[in-house]
């Protein structure tokens, strides 16, 4: 059982809104239709029909409220706080695939136990409008940090590397004094080229902005040679384990190869864990999961995995994402009145 003194940090889960009226063209259903079926088969079995799901597709192409997502969390399993991250498909969902408005709200109903991170698209419709609008999710909103993804499916793709487009927003998010951009690399949720979400464009930004932390989201997955390669190498990465941590579901050895060549390649302190909640369900049976892993004494003498700590654990859960956004846990277990 999940020890109650550990502090469990959601990275990320988000307040979709999956609904026809958010369509951007007449063929965006072709993307929600692949992303919805992908997830479907990682929510624990069982889950849908425990919340009354009976169409796993249907039930989820729809916008999503804070009554909803905060039950999931906050109800439903031990998340002490989650981070509300934006994301700015703009090309296939007029509003993004999680509303900025949305994640603000969400952030509002639950201020105690959310952080807000905005999101920008440099190609929707400019960079001078991304750069006002990074202001004013910071000022007005309490942006603490920004998404962005880069990959599109109409020709307006941009790389993470490029002076004249990126660099001008992790300027901007420096002066606005954020440490922290996150980027949805790999596990495509449209049909944009999969080239364009490798991560190997995260690097030279790493490089050249070496007080701010990069955080790639999925492992970059099927780029995970290509991630692990990089965040050794670059101390201001962090990898997210977004879109991987209801892995176990359907394939726990493949999950322990990935969390076990991350402990031996990259170490513990730059690994955060994050839900995807609602579209991966309850995160509740994955957090469970997570803290009674091992890593088999087969993959041990295999590869050189170190096996995985109660330590090593409450950092990836909660401890690190404490730390990136300077949430004192001792003094935020007393204002939500947890136990010490």
């Given at each position: 059982?999940?020890?109650?003194?550990?502090?469990?940090?959601?990275?990320v889960a988000?307040?979709?809104?999956?609904?026809?009226?958010?369509?951007?063209?007449?063929?965006?259903?072709?993307?929600?239709?692949?992303?919805?079926?992908?997830?479907?088969?990682?929510?624990?079995?069982?889950?849908?029909?425990?919340?009354?799901?009976?169409?796993?597709?249907?039930?989820?192409?729809?916008?999503?409220?804070?009554?909803?997502?905060?039950?999931?969390?906050?109800?439903?399993?031990?998340?002490?706080?989650?981070?509300?991250?934006?994301?700015?498909?703009?090309?296939?969902?007029?509003?993004?695939?999680?509303?900025?408005?949305?994640?603000?709200?969400?952030?509002?109903?639950?201020?105690?136990?959310?952080?807000?991170?905005?999101?920008?698209?440099?190609?929707?419709?400019?960079?001078?409008?991304?750069?006002?609008?990074?202001?004013?999710?910071?000022?007005?909103?309490g942006?603490?940090?920004?998404?962005?993804?880069?990959?599109?499916?109409?020709?307006?793709?941009?790389?993470?590397?490029?002076?004249?487009?990126?660099?001008p927003?992790?300027?901007?998010?420096?002066?606005?004094?954020?440490?922290?951009?996150?980027f949805?690399?790999?596990?495509?949720?449209?049909?944009?080229?999969?080239?364009?979400?490798?991560?190997?464009?995260?690097?030279?930004?790493?490089?050249?902005?070496?007080?701010?932390?990069?955080?790639?989201?999925?492992?970059?997955?099927?780029?995970?040679e290509?991630?692990?390669?990089?965040?050794?190498?670059?101390?201001?990465?962090?990898?997210?384990?977004?879109?991987?941590?209801?892995?176990?579901?359907?394939?726990?050895?493949?999950?322990?190869?990935?969390?076990?060549?991350?402990l031996?390649?990259?170490?513990?302190?730059?690994?955060?864990?994050?839900?995807?909640?609602?579209?991966?369900?309850?995160?509740?049976?994955?957090?469970?999961?997570?803290?009674?892993?091992?890593?088999?004494?087969?993959?041990?003498?295999?590869?050189?995995?170190?096996?995985?700590?109660?330590?090593?654990?409450?950092?990836?859960?909660?401890?690190?994402?404490?730390?990136?956004?300077?949430?004192?846990?001792?003094?935020?277990?007393?204002?939500?009145?947890?136990?010490?």
């Amino acid at each position: 059982m999940l020890n109650d003194d550990v502090f469990v940090f959601d990275n990320v889960a988000h307040m979709y809104d999956n609904s026809d009226e958010n369509f951007a063209r007449p063929d965006s259903h072709l993307d929600r239709l692949g992303q919805l079926r992908r997830v479907a088969k990682r929510r624990p079995p069982g889950q849908d029909a425990a919340y009354g799901i009976k169409d796993p597709i249907g039930d989820f192409a729809r916008k999503w409220t804070a009554e909803d997502l905060g039950k999931l969390l906050f109800e439903d399993s031990c998340t002490d706080m989650v981070m509300a991250q934006a994301v700015p498909l703009f090309d296939v969902y007029t509003d993004g695939f999680a509303p900025v408005k949305a994640q603000h709200a969400f952030a509002e109903a639950f201020p105690q136990r959310t952080l807000f991170c905005g999101a920008v698209d440099p190609s929707y419709p400019s960079l001078s409008a991304a750069l006002d609008e990074m202001e004013h999710q910071v000022r007005d909103m309490g942006a603490v940090s920004f998404k962005f993804y880069n990959a599109h499916i109409d020709g307006k793709s941009w790389r993470c590397d490029d002076p004249d487009i990126a660099y001008p927003m992790y300027q901007k998010a420096q002066d606005l004094g954020i440490k922290v951009v996150q980027f949805h690399k790999g596990n495509p949720i449209t049909r944009a080229s999969l080239d364009d979400l490798r991560p190997v464009d995260v690097q030279q930004a790493a490089m050249d902005f070496p007080d701010m932390t990069f955080a790639i989201h999925h492992l970059a997955l099927p780029y995970f040679e290509e991630t692990v390669y990089i965040a050794s190498r670059f101390a201001n990465i962090a990898l997210v384990l977004s879109g991987v941590m209801n892995m176990p579901v359907v394939a726990p050895w493949e999950f322990k190869t990935y969390v076990g060549r991350l402990l031996r390649d990259v170490g513990a302190n730059r690994i955060l864990y994050g839900s995807e909640t609602p579209l991966l369900g309850n995160p509740q049976p994955a957090i469970e999961w997570f803290w009674n892993m091992e890593i088999d004494d087969e993959l041990q003498d295999r590869f050189g995995f170190p096996q995985i700590t109660d330590d090593d654990k409450r950092k990836i859960l909660g401890e690190n994402q404490a730390r990136l956004f300077d949430i004192d846990i001792a003094a935020k277990k007393a204002e939500l009145g947890l136990a010490g």
